[in-house]
């Protein structure tokens, strides 16, 4: 029969850790590691691990072990914490992350593989949870720091050993990836690509490392969960409805090129998985992709390898000709081979989507003419279709949103705003200290985006070289850049000015188009200088 003052104190620690079970490292401060004192005692138990802040978390809250560890805390004139409930998982990540000792080096090259990659699928599902897109594995002398990128902001998720950090490294390279060519090497950029299957869902990601002054980095995007990775429609994106018209209408035309255009990381592949997702099934579609990335059923994906001249987009697109395709993706046209084959796609009877990278829609003609694509050709009727280009700029979390008015941050620029947008009154700011968006201020990214019909006015400019006068005309037809784009979704309360200026510069009502007035920028200078001598 258990002693009475034993099972009370029992109850207690039930009592304490029953509201919540800890499953993640984001749940704790990343700093807070196990303490090392107790590592051994922990580690031979299994089930418990000892913080540093004094926190005690267990996979078995009615073990003795709890109430033991206590006493071993008090004797040794450490104050005991919060006792909290732990997954096994969590538990075993949190003990792997302890600095060995000389007699455990010998130790540390006998790790199991098996663990190894459990507490990677661990990280990848703790990443899973929170939404994330990229893992940043940071691996120094002194701490291997990992970081996640949410809506385009990194934030710190856990503080490992850097140990820890080279296994978890070395597993993924060498144990996980689908065509890894070559053993790990720190030393030297490499990248690969993961299929994973991670407590039930299939989850792909690109892997990629660059050597670090002391260290290495490792960057794991995630491409795709089971069904989180189903295709979203353009309005979704942020396309506007009359941009997303534009592309439908695009997508069932017979022959010619859409072609998409920005960055690397805005959002290229999610928007052509979206045009993909629009073809009729009685359609046939190759893609080529570098490496493949949404997985969408109704598509034969063929991944490239750069490393092989016969394994290129360009080989790979010659191919994919003589296969009988209605569409064919190039997910990116890097070289002048791989836009010969596009041009020969588009003009032989086939609808060809692909990629490129400039800073604006119009700016893809100028592109395509650097890569040896005559102006006579880009004229012809049977080539361009639609021009798209976007970029992905953070939206604000509706949790802790606030009037620019009241923002911090932004009370040295109110005249500036008020100059550029006049009425503040709808026009919001980050907030702060917010859990929901982990104090960034940020609940997701939007779309902005160009995109161009190519018309026969159109062509008459892309074959006369004349830009400007081809922006013109299209803005006397109702069309609108990027940047015009994201003023409207500040003018809305969707995005910060601060957020969108990291866009498309300065927000100012001096424009380029009126013509640069120095002599204004002047008065205003003239004008502040007197304000602040007031």
Not at 71 to 99: D, K, Q
Not at 241 to 256: C, D, L, S
Not at 262 to 278: E, F, H, I, Q, R
Request: overall charge negative; glycine content about 6%; hydrophobic content about 40%.
């Amino acid at each position: 029969m258990a002693n009475p003052a034993e099972k009370d104190t029992t109850d207690k620690n039930v009592t304490a850790i029953r509201g919540k079970v800890l499953s993640s490292q984001s749940e704790l401060d990343p700093k807070d590691r196990p303490l090392e004192e107790f590592a051994d005692w922990c580690q031979q138990r299994g089930h418990i691990v000892v913080l540093k802040s004094g926190m005690i978390l267990t996979s078995d809250p009615t073990s003795r072990d709890v109430q033991n560890c206590k006493t071993m805390l008090i004797n040794r004139g450490i104050r005991p914490g919060r006792v909290m409930a732990a997954t096994e998982e969590l538990v075993t990540l949190l003990l792997a992350n302890v600095a060995p000792d000389e007699d455990q080096k010998e130790a540390k090259e006998t790790t199991s593989i098996s663990s190894q990659q459990q507490r990677l699928r661990l990280l990848i599902q703790e990443a899973v949870n929170e939404n994330v897109s990229d893992i940043h594995i940071e691996v120094r002398p002194d701490v291997a720091r990992i970081r996640f990128r949410k809506f385009g902001e990194m934030y710190v998720h856990a503080e490992w050993f850097p140990r820890l950090g080279r296994e978890i490294a070395s597993v993924a390279f060498n144990k996980e990836t689908d065509h890894a060519t070559a053993h790990f090497n720190p030393l030297v950029p490499q990248d690969a690509s993961m299929p994973l299957e991670v407590n039930g869902n299939d989850v792909r990601l690109r892997l990629a490392s660059m050597p670090a002054h002391g260290g290495f980095d490792v960057v794991m995007r995630i491409l795709g969960v089971g069904d989180q990775a189903k295709i979203v429609t353009l309005e979704d994106l942020g396309y506007t409805p009359e941009q997303a018209y534009i592309i439908k209408r695009a997508v069932q035309m017979p022959h010619g090129a859409v072609l998409l255009s920005g960055p690397t990381g805005s959002g290229k592949t999610t928007t052509l998985a979206s045009c993909m997702g629009l073809v009729k099934s009685s359609r046939k579609v190759y893609t080529i992709e570098d490496p493949v990335e949404k997985v969408v059923p109704t598509v034969t994906q063929v991944p490239v390898n750069s490393d092989k001249d016969d394994r290129s987009f360009a080989s790979f697109g010659r191919a994919a000709l003589r296969m009988d395709p209605d569409y064919i993706v190039l997910g990116e046209m890097r070289d002048e081979a791989t836009v010969n084959v596009m041009v020969r796609a588009a003009i032989t009877g086939h609808l060809v989507f692909s990629t490129v990278h400039t800073n604006s829609a119009t700016g893809i003609i100028t592109r395509l003419v650097d890569m040896g694509v005559s102006r006579s050709m880009l004229c012809d009727g049977s080539v361009l279709v639609a021009l798209i280009f976007q970029r992905l700029v953070a939206k604000l979390c509706e949790h802790c949103a606030q009037p620019i008015t009241e923002a911090l941050q932004h009370k040295p620029h109110m005249e500036r705003w008020e100059a550029a947008f006049g009425d503040l009154s709808t026009i919001r700011a980050r907030g702060q200290s917010c859990k929901h968006c982990h104090n960034t201020g940020v609940g997701g990214r939007t779309v902005v985006a160009e995109v161009v019909w190519v018309d026969e006015p159109s062509r008459e400019f892309i074959g006369n070289g004349d830009v400007i006068g081809w922006e013109k005309y299209l803005k006397s037809q109702g069309w609108k850049t990027y940047k015009e784009r994201a003023l409207e979704l500040v003018m809305e309360g969707v995005v910060d000015p601060f957020d969108a200026e990291t866009l498309i510069g300065e927000i100012s009502q001096h424009t380029d188009e009126s013509g640069f007035d120095y002599n204004a920028i002047r008065q205003e200078m003239e004008a502040a200088d007197k304000r602040t001598k007031q």
